[in-house]
């Protein structure tokens, strides 16, 4: 099994991907320190390398998309998850508690065997975004375009919403190297380990919201919230608790989040008339490599349209936090009309929000 990342193609597809995507994700959550995902990833790729028998393995095996782009491993990482949150397979705690001495392969086996119905469907679709401490470099990225010169008020978009807690950002507390913004307390508190010059110390206001999702999820919903709380790494505590807010909140106030695709959704939201004096943003984190190259293709064109289009009073922004696959690496880059329209990476940062390398 190899102990590093391997640098391969996002999208390759075949039998031998499927295994590299697993020891991929292997390495990756033992880089991330998240050992306990490891080993059940680990044990995942075992049992697929030895041939186990089972309509789910069998599916895994004969995988027809690409695996990394996929996100194959933790979409069944996910699934073992569930499991164990919800009490209907005891053994997975001598792994969950990172007990050492136990056979894992054996162990997550016997799990699939017993629960592998429940398991198909979580083949079904990727991992679903759910970090609320992203919300954080969005937050910088508009104090960012605010020192710009740049309205800002702010409307913000995002694609790949999920249960949309990112959209609730308003509602939370932010101390960036020592820049607060949003409500004291707020509904959670992010205070990032930060590396670099501190962001710009500006008033900004969140105007409104909205997101989309092939499939949103709602968080008032417990079956939907457990599934979304599954694709949290056991290691990550915190972000139990941030899921545990984000509950809360969605009770007092769902967020504005529809269904439907990243390129529809952009394409009428920007269609719709824009008030003077607020910045159209979109935003979106993690999520990119899921969207169909299609519907890249039309989201970056619709916005670079409507870019040629924005004025001093009317402007538009693009913020993104997504991974570099060749640095191995989350950057957050910002694009913005007028101004050009280039890229600009203010950041590299921790999928989870945990840290900010701040590069301007």
């Excluded at 054996?106 to 699939?112: D, E, F, G, K």
């Excluded at 909140?249 to 824009?274: I, R, T, W, Y």
């Excluded at 004096?277 to 169909?292: A, C, D, E, F, N």
Aim: proline letters at 7%.
């Amino acid at each position: 099994m190899a102990e590093t990342y391997q640098f391969i193609d996002i999208n390759a597809k075949g039998a031998e991907i499927v295994v590299k995507a697993f020891d991929n994700q292997v390495a990756y959550c033992t880089m991330a320190g998240a050992t306990v995902t490891a080993r059940i990833v680990a044990a995942l790729r075992d049992l697929l390398e030895r041939d186990e028998p089972g309509k789910l393995l069998d599916t895994v095996r004969a995988w027809p998309g690409a695996p990394l782009a996929d996100a194959l491993p933790l979409r069944l990482a996910g699934g073992i998850h569930a499991l164990r949150l919800n009490g209907a397979e005891p053994q997975l705690e001598a792994i969950y508690t990172d007990q050492a001495g136990v056979d894992d392969a054996a162990i997550v086996a016997a799990a699939i065997r017993r629960h592998e119905a429940e398991l198909l469907p979580w083949l079904d679709g990727p991992p679903q975004t759910n970090e609320a401490g992203r919300s954080a470099n969005f937050i910088a990225a508009m104090l960012w375009l605010a020192e710009q010169g740049l309205p800002p008020r702010f409307q913000c978009l995002e694609i790949g919403s999920s249960a949309g807690i990112n959209l609730m950002l308003a509602r939370y507390h932010y101390d960036l190297a020592g820049v607060q913004v949003g409500p004291e307390p707020g509904a959670m508190r992010f205070e990032p380990e930060w590396q670099g010059n501190a962001p710009p110390d500006r008033a900004i206001e969140i105007a409104s919201t909205k997101g989309c999702d092939v499939a949103p999820v709602d968080l008032t919903d417990p079956a939907q919230a457990l599934r979304l709380t599954a694709y949290i790494w056991p290691e990550h505590t915190v972000r139990f608790e941030r899921m545990a807010a984000a509950v809360v909140e969605a009770g007092k106030s769902p967020p504005d989040l529809v269904e439907m695709n990243a390129a529809d959704f952009v394409e009428a939201e920007l269609a719709n008339p824009q008030e003077a004096g607020i910045t159209r943003v979109l935003m979106h984190s993690i999520v990119w490599q899921y969207v169909p190259e299609e519907q890249q293709a039309r989201v970056t064109a619709a916005l670079e349209a409507a870019g040629a289009r924005a004025t001093a009073e009317r402007p538009l922004a693009w913020i993104s936090l997504e991974a570099n696959r060749v640095l191995h690496v989350h950057e957050m880059t910002v694009r913005y009309w007028p101004g050009g329209g280039e890229p600009h990476l203010l950041a590299r940062a921790h999928p989870h929000g945990a840290s900010i390398e701040w590069l301007v």
